[in-house]
């Protein structure tokens, strides 16, 4: 059973860009959480879809959006990157309050 | 809003013996879930151990147990015979509303194991 997947592992953009970065959920789970991580700190919240729409939503500017199909994969875009974008984001996956499962991270730099 | 406290950034605990890592919470709910994580040098989060607040009895994983003091708002993470495998940040972290929403995470505590 595969556990949560994320893509790319590592990505390199400039200031301005867009990006976006994918999910898929653990077997058998229909929600998705992104958070963004910076170096030496806890995660932070950005949002969680649950049956393809967003159901919370965190502290982030509207640069940040996401989707999530209906096979329960997510896609977290960020628009018009800015050097402090720069951190991990993870995923988690998660069904009812069994408690949330994390992806590797994809390690994003803006340069 | 919830907070998560966790006051110790860094331990140490000699192979094989017991370490107990600390957190506070706050929270407004009644209904809410607590968790702690691991992250190990290769950055994976890996789910440690699950509370959920409206039980009386602290949860136990193997070698994890918690001492959960709902009044007090404290959530500690014991770790006995440690493993040199232990060694990795943990993140503290409570689980707001009723649907199953973000988690709210401390800052970490960095764990190092000694031979």
């Known amino acids: 059973d595969a556990g949560v997947t994320q893509s790319p592992t590592h990505l390199i953009k400039t200031r301005g860009q867009q990006v976006t970065l994918r999910c898929s959920p653990k077997s058998g789970h229909d929600t998705v959480s992104w958070y963004q991580q910076a170096l030496g700190q806890g995660p932070q919240f950005i949002f969680q879809y649950y049956e393809e729409e967003e159901r919370q939503r965190g502290n982030f500017p509207d640069r940040f959006s996401g989707h999530q199909f209906p096979n329960y994969s997510s896609e977290l875009n960020v628009n018009a990157l800015l050097l402090g974008d720069s951190a991990l984001y993870l995923c988690a996956s998660s069904f009812e309050r069994y408690g949330q499962f994390f992806g590797p991270g994809t390690r994003l730099t803006v340069l | 809003a919830q907070t998560v406290t966790q006051s110790q950034p860094e331990m140490s605990v000699q192979e094989a013996e017991t370490v107990t890592l600390s957190c506070t919470y706050d929270?407004?709910?009644?209904?809410?879930?607590l968790f702690w994580y691991k992250q190990p040098p290769s950055r994976q989060m890996i789910l440690v151990i699950r509370q959920e607040a409206y039980k009386q009895q602290n949860a136990t994983e193997n070698r994890f147990s918690v001492n959960f003091q709902k009044a007090a708002k404290s959530f500690s993470l014991k770790i006995s015979d440690s493993q040199l495998g232990d060694t990795a940040m943990y993140f503290c972290?409570?689980?707001?509303?009723?649907?199953?929403?973000?988690?709210?995470f401390g800052q970490g505590t960095e764990l190092s194991v000694k031979p």
């Open positions: 972290a409570s689980e707001d509303g009723n649907q199953g929403g973000k988690l709210i």
């Open positions: 929270t407004s709910e009644n209904n809410y879930y």
